[in-house]
């Protein structure tokens, strides 16, 4: 996870989310649920993010940006490799990026 001047709250939710599914994971580890839980940390993906911003400079920087987005179906490719795993195996964090983000 990366922070950037202006992304602060957003920022702050992806730590929240990341030690929220941390404890979740360790209480159905010790709870014997074997509840499987994974964390997907994308980069740019081709998604609707871009209408909704709304200052002008943001917009431009991300737009440049984007132009390197993968699609929504290489994501639904990852996750499906993850959920196909035996159930013994647990994949906890995938972070999925252009390969020319990377």
Do not use: C, H, W
């Not at 940390?41 to 002008?56: F, H, N, Q, V, W």
């Not at 795993?85 to 020319?100: F, K, R």
């Amino acid at each position: 996870m990366k922070v950037f001047p202006g992304n602060s709250v957003y920022t702050g939710t992806k730590f929240a989310v990341r030690a929220i599914m941390d404890g979740f994971r360790m209480e159905s580890a010790m709870e014997k649920t074997n509840i499987r839980t994974t964390t997907l940390y994308p980069g740019a993906i081709a998604t609707e993010l871009l209408d909704t911003i709304s200052t002008p400079e943001t917009k431009k920087g991300m737009e440049d940006f984007y132009q390197i987005a993968i699609t929504p179906e290489a994501v639904a490719k990852t996750v499906l490799f993850a959920i196909a795993q035996p159930a013994e195996v647990g994949i906890t964090e995938l972070t999925i990026l252009p390969s020319a983000q990377a």
